[in-house]
């Protein structure tokens, strides 16, 4: 049965309130996904910071502004990105217009030629000059490097979508994988302590 977003809100809310056995970052988790969905988590923040203040964790105050800040850009992110496009991820969104060559035309290929051909690169642009479009199959490898930490669902995302393009062979990269643990301190900063 599907919930409307003030149901799954009020859900939530019971669940803060019955929620002894929950640890501050299962509950952290618990919103960052409902406001990844596209809900405002803000009519929660008063059960969150009860919660906070029944285990004695003492000056949170900014910390919980700071979350329910967080928590408010996750939700209109969600909702500008998906406003008008299909309900995929970026990764594989991107993975498709790279490897399928879906949506490609706005792809463009500037190869490193050393300094002195990236700078003449960039002046024929500046002169009117078009850069080459980018074709993957005209290359036997292509890199996806993810700055800022991939998900392993995302990862899971690209090699979906490589499996459709056998003729390149697809290399996946990142600055890290984001763990739960990651990306609660990623998006909210250190937890205080109680």
């Not at 640890?23 to 919103?31: A, D, P, R």
């Not at 217009?97 to 050393?114: I, N």
């Not at 009117?128 to 995302?154: A, D, L, Q």
């Amino acid at each position: 049965m599907l919930h409307s977003p003030q149901n799954a809100i009020n859900d939530l809310e019971n669940l803060l309130n019955n929620s002894q056995d929950l640890s501050i970052s299962q509950i952290l988790l618990m919103l960052t996904f409902t406001a990844s969905l596209g809900l405002d988590t803000g009519p929660l923040r008063q059960s969150f910071e009860s919660i906070l203040r029944d285990r004695g964790y003492d000056h949170f105050d900014s910390w919980a502004s700071n979350v329910f800040s967080a928590l408010s850009n996750i939700s209109n992110l969600r909702l500008d990105y998906y406003a008008n496009s299909s309900d995929i991820s970026l990764c594989k969104s991107i993975a498709e217009s790279v490897l399928l060559e879906k949506d490609a035309d706005d792809l463009v290929h500037l190869p490193y030629l050393g300094t002195m051909g990236t700078v003449f690169s960039g002046l024929n642009s500046f002169l009117g000059g078009s850069p080459s479009h980018y074709k993957p199959s005209n290359y036997s490898r292509v890199y996806f490097f993810i700055v800022g930490g991939i998900t392993w669902s995302e990862i899971n995302d690209i090699k979906s979508v490589a499996k459709s393009s056998p003729s390149s062979e697809v290399m996946i990269g990142s600055t890290n994988i984001i763990s739960h643990e990651s990306l609660l301190i990623d998006l909210f900063g250190p937890q205080p302590t109680p």
